[in-house]
């Protein structure tokens, strides 16, 4: 086992299982297991939902009871998303995400249960996970659909994979100082035969904040050779030529 | 503005409409904009899907253009599952979380934009925007629904409200679920012989209080083992067989 199995106790419509199904393989989770579903299995309902991702249903394994879908797994998560007064810890789905690597890194088999649609797990269930997941969410409205429940905890599960893809501060074909001065120029050039600055202290102070909005803008290469044509179509230098 | 707008530009199903109100209120988001939606607005369809999260839906601002609805915004986050090649910053949801709480701190007006279903944001609306928030995703199946792509970016945008919590180290030595069970069962079996139990009523809470003890305990596989001789000896079942 490479990755969390997800476990769905007693699932009532067969769509959901379709969307979370879907929302596993989003984020690359394969192993799917049904303790008895509502309407039965296989169910055609489940197909059009899963929008592709129908294989895992094909493979997803069907089990009467939560204590036979669990048998193989050493470290059981019980996904709730209100307290539930029980001896147990709880923890949130990113912290649940670092654990389940944690685990299987070390060779244990890891297994999250959500419980119906309408009522979510029983006690009876939660007794028999080691660790409560509890989602955070708006406590003036916090009933959380089952397939969106699953996406949180896959989604979680998958970005503690790549911890190392942050925040990309654009800096691609960023142009050299000499491509800014040259713009710089050109637009104080051009605005100077038309008699835009009027005054020698005016060209002063409106050449600094034309300077600094050009130097601020974080232009690349390409955009000064763009606005370079823009000022020569503006101010008919391109026909003259 | 307290908390970013969520636009819808373009979107398709009114279903989905439904599906993304109530994923923002899961999370306290309440500003939805849609921009043309493919089957006209006010739309029935949508009142089901939202399931009690009506009033986004009553209160939800229509638009016609993607320029009209991100007029009052100082920041602008166009929401990928691909990558565009646009000389933008790229962050993933939880950046953009932290970065619209320190813009919304600062007295600034954020929006972020989904696209339709089918293909996303066309690249003229990600050109409006400031920031492309890519989502991670499986690239061998990134198709995501338009719900769950408004449910990761509002999640990620609660919980960075929210105090981070306490990691619990894990006991490689640990029994399978499988023994584990086996253990409750056969504790329970023989209490059941000795009327241990005494009524219906207290079986239920007592197995329950037994089962949560067993549970937490961190039992290793040889544990069980002992265990399960002690059960045997104290019950008399070693001399009986």
Same mark, same amino acid.
């Given at each position: 086992?490479?990755?969390?199995?997800?476990?769905?106790?007693?699932?009532?419509?067969?769509?959901?299982? !379709?969307?979370?199904?879907?929302?596993?393989?989003?984020?690359?989770?394969?192993?799917?297991?049904?303790?008895?579903?509502?309407?039965?299995?296989?169910?055609?309902?489940? $197909?059009?939902?899963?929008?592709?991702?129908?294989?895992?249903?094909?493979?997803?394994?069907?089990?009467?009871?939560?204590?036979?879908?669990?048998?193989?797994?050493?470290?059981?998560?019980?996904?709730?998303?209100?307290?539930?007064?029980?001896?147990?810890?709880?923890?949130?789905?990113?912290?649940?995400?670092?654990?389940?690597?944690?685990?299987?890194?070390?060779?244990?088999?890891?297994?999250?249960?959500? !419980?119906?649609?309408?009522?979510?797990?029983?006690?009876?269930?939660?007794?028999?996970?080691?660790?409560?997941?509890?989602?955070?969410?708006?406590?003036?409205?916090?009933?959380?659909?089952?397939?969106?429940?699953?996406?949180?905890?896959?989604?979680?599960?998958?970005?503690?994979?790549?911890?190392?893809?942050?925040?990309?501060?654009?800096?691609?074909?960023?142009?050299? $100082?000499?491509?800014?001065?040259?713009?710089?120029?050109?637009?104080?050039?051009?605005?100077?035969?038309?008699?835009?600055?009027? %005054?020698?202290?005016?060209?002063?102070?409106?050449?600094?904040?034309?300077?600094?909005?050009?130097?601020? #803008?974080?232009? #690349? %290469?390409?955009?000064?050779?763009?606005?370079?044509?823009?000022? $020569? %179509?503006? #101010?008919?230098?391109?026909?003259?030529?």
């Amino acid at each position: 086992m490479t990755q969390p199995a997800i476990i769905l106790v007693n699932p009532q419509m067969a769509e959901n299982i !379709g969307h979370a199904a879907r929302a596993m393989l989003n984020f690359g989770l394969t192993d799917l297991r049904l303790v008895s579903p509502r309407d039965g299995w296989p169910n055609h309902d489940s $197909k059009s939902t899963a929008a592709g991702a129908d294989h895992l249903l094909k493979n997803a394994r069907l089990f009467d009871t939560t204590e036979e879908a669990i048998a193989d797994c050493t470290r059981v998560f019980a996904t709730t998303v209100r307290d539930r007064d029980m001896p147990k810890p709880v923890v949130t789905p990113h912290e649940a995400a670092c654990q389940m690597r944690d685990i299987l890194g070390k060779g244990g088999q890891v297994a999250v249960l959500f !419980g119906p649609e309408r009522s979510g797990l029983t006690n009876d269930d939660v007794v028999l996970a080691d660790t409560v997941l509890s989602i955070p969410v708006n406590e003036g409205f916090s009933s959380l659909n089952l397939a969106q429940a699953v996406i949180l905890v896959s989604y979680e599960w998958f970005i503690t994979s790549d911890e190392s893809k942050p925040f990309i501060e654009y800096d691609g074909a960023a142009a050299s $100082k000499k491509e800014l001065i040259g713009l710089m120029e050109h637009v104080e050039q051009q605005l100077d035969i038309k008699g835009y600055f009027r %005054s020698r202290g005016r060209r002063e102070t409106q050449t600094r904040t034309i300077r600094n909005l050009l130097q601020n #803008s974080g232009l #690349s %290469s390409q955009e000064i050779q763009t606005l370079r044509g823009i000022i $020569k %179509s503006l #101010s008919g230098e391109a026909q003259s030529r």
